[in-house]
């Protein structure tokens, strides 16, 4: 693992740009995805929380998954979902204490965050740097709140 | 690293792959009704099947299942060679008359030029298949609620004595993953009926949705060490609620700005 993914809720404006870029960069044939990232109302005025997957250490979806079908990718560090062996039990969906395991009704697909294989389209768009994908420098053991 | 040659181009493949995985990754594409990634290949539905040669054979090729074929050093694949399109033309003749009401095999049949089948049609056949991906999906779960009965024509995909199966929690991966559509479920309210067992849904506690079934959360959270709250509310709520707890913290540091 190179980069971490860091989510700043105090920057984010909710404008959503996230959420689109998302949906673009996961397009099958043409069609949108479902985006795996959402700014939700934080509760305070003006605070919006993005709200996606942080890719948990021990995570909810991987010890659900009674197919193997969700792995780490050890290098981007992702838990990716393969596709071909999802058996679509919805497991996962509702297991994630984040609900960041999502069903993508258009394609009939389960879907989560991959970090979009190490460049995720969310952190190159965002406009005021509330998503970060930051290469890690010195211990990697250091977790940034 | 093996080197097969796939219809005239030569790639890479590592120890113990099979053919079919080889074959799809090159972007090919034939067909297969009952490969499923998460369970092991199984040869029932024939329809994978391509030619194989070495330089070694003088001349001689066999037909294999490009689905349980592991692949080996200097094998040359053809996938639609004349031979193959014609025989894959035959298995789908034979699964037009005995499914002829099935979407999924009328369209393999449109594709491969049958229109008609040149055998004796099954009048009232259903649609299955016998893959047995169900059944062994299934089992690959850890359920074995279902599995296949009967021998020849009388083969069917049933739970154990045809009464509602004991160990099925109502996941839905049979009828999520049946290649032809086949297994019937019903999901009314927040029951869910599938293998004629009665199931009832957790209902979201914020907005009511329904999420999985009661017996399948009990299951994941036992076998699985996962804490059945967990599973109280739906996707969309615990995204909600987990912006409210982050942004609570987050307006800590505000507040320290």
Known sequence: ?145 | MIRITINGKVTQASEGETLLKVIRREGIDIPALCHHEAVEPYGACRLCMVEITKEEWNGWSKYVTSCLYPVEPGLIVKTHSTKVIEMRKTIVDLYLARHPNCAEIQQLADEYGVTKTSYQTVVDGDNCILCGICTRICDEMGFHAISMVGRGHGKVVAPPLDEAPANCTGCLACAQNCPTHFIEFEDKGNSRTIWGKKFEMITCEKCGKTTITKEFADYLAEHRELPREYFNICDECHRRSTALDMGRIASWSKEVK
């Open chain 1, 1 to 145: 693992m190179k980069a971490r993914f860091i989510v700043s809720p105090v920057l984010c404006i909710g404008c959503r740009t996230c959420e689109l870029a998302c949906a673009f960069a996961h397009a099958i044939d043409g069609k949108l995805g479902k985006s795996r990232i959402y700014p939700i109302d934080g509760g305070f005025k003006e605070l919006w929380v993005p709200v996606t997957c942080l890719q948990c250490e021990e995570a909810a979806c991987v010890k659900s998954c009674l197919v193997n079908a969700l792995q780490r990718n050890p290098e981007t560090g992702a838990v990716e979902l393969n596709q071909e062996k999802c058996v679509k039990c919805m497991a996962c969906v509702a297991a994630c204490p984040f609900g960041c395991s999502l069903l993508d009704e258009q394609h009939e697909l389960v879907v989560k965050c991959d970090l979009c294989g190490g460049d995720p389209a969310c952190a190159r768009f965002c406009p005021t740097k509330a998503l970060e994908y930051k290469p890690i420098k010195g211990s990697p053991k250091k977790i940034a709140v």
